[in-house]
């Protein structure tokens, strides 16, 4: 693959990823935000009626404002981003992962994005609403999830490459299944050995908090899922020849 079409490949990732961004705005927003607002209702209320934004200062930035321009904000760069370094994935596992096609090989890519970056990292360290977490641990919670994230990509780039070199020797499918078992081990290793922490309070309600943890997943579900269908279409746009592309069968005329 040459320089250029790798450069029209990345604008293409970006742009899908902008608008995976906007599909998973709108699930934030709709899904997400109101379980927020629920959860600090409670930490106000549970605070004596006012909610401490650190050390009594004047709020900086409105609730109001977070859930909407900084969400987007938020949102919307990280699917740029998401999209620029997948597109690059992309790229390389290109007719090399297979003799899959653009659009099956960008779903590849989505579905071991969402796994590797998102699943993986989420089953150890789930996401929280406010009220629910010790302040004093929040840099050791981040980092270590942050270090999951990283080592869940390596691991699953790993178990691609096990899969390569076993498919020769096994076939494609009891490679993929012995590099998916290996994959399935080594998480269970790191799940082990990395620090847990449950600080969830007993008077935090359970189900506001597992809606809070589905929205969260949701929003990661249907960027990755919209990341992968917009920038398969249009990877084989650029890749396929027209000719070459599958047409609706015509209507013949009787």
Same mark, same amino acid.
């Given at each position: ?142 980092? #270590?999830?942050?270090?999951? &994230? /990283?080592?869940? %990509?390596?691991?699953? $780039?790993?178990?691609? !490459?096990?899969? @390569?070199? =076993? ?49 969260? #997943?949701?929003?990661?579900? &249907? /960027?990755?899922? %919209?990341?992968?269908? $917009?920038?398969?279409? !249009?990877?084989? @746009?650029? =890749? ?15």
């Amino acid at each position: 693959m040459n320089t250029l079409s790798v450069r029209a490949l990345l604008v293409r990732g970006m742009l899908a990823g902008l608008a995976a961004g906007v599909a998973a705005l709108l699930v934030a927003y709709f899904l997400g935000e109101s379980r927020v607002d629920a959860a600090i209702a409670l930490e106000e209320h549970a605070a004596g009626g006012h909610h401490d934004h650190g050390g009594g200062e004047e709020e900086l930035v409105s609730r109001a404002l977070q859930a909407t321009g900084g969400l987007a904000t938020g949102v919307l760069v990280f699917g740029v981003a998401i999209g620029g370094i997948a597109a690059i994935a992309f790229c390389v596992a290109l007719g090399r992962i297979g003799r899959f096609g653009p659009r099956a090989t960008a779903a590849f890519v989505a579905l071991g994005g969402l796994i590797a970056v998102y699943v993986v990292p989420f089953l150890k360290y789930p996401a929280n609403p406010p009220a629910v977490g010790d302040g004093d641990t929040i840099g050791k919670r981040t980092a #270590l999830f942050f270090l999951l &994230v /990283l080592l869940s %990509v390596l691991l699953a $780039v790993g178990a691609v !490459l096990l899969g @390569r070199r =076993l498919a020769p020797r096994l076939g494609n499918w009891n490679a993929t299944v012995a590099a998916g078992a290996a994959f399935l081990l080594a998480v269970t290793l790191a799940y082990v050995f990395l620090p847990s922490y449950n600080e969830v309070g007993p008077d935090f309600p359970g189900q506001l908090l597992w809606q809070f943890r589905l929205a969260t #997943l949701a929003v990661q579900a &249907v /960027l990755w899922t %919209v990341f992968g269908l $917009v920038f398969g279409a !249009l990877a084989e @746009r650029l =890749l396929t020849p027209e000719s070459a592309r599958p047409r609706p069968a015509e209507t013949v005329a009787a």
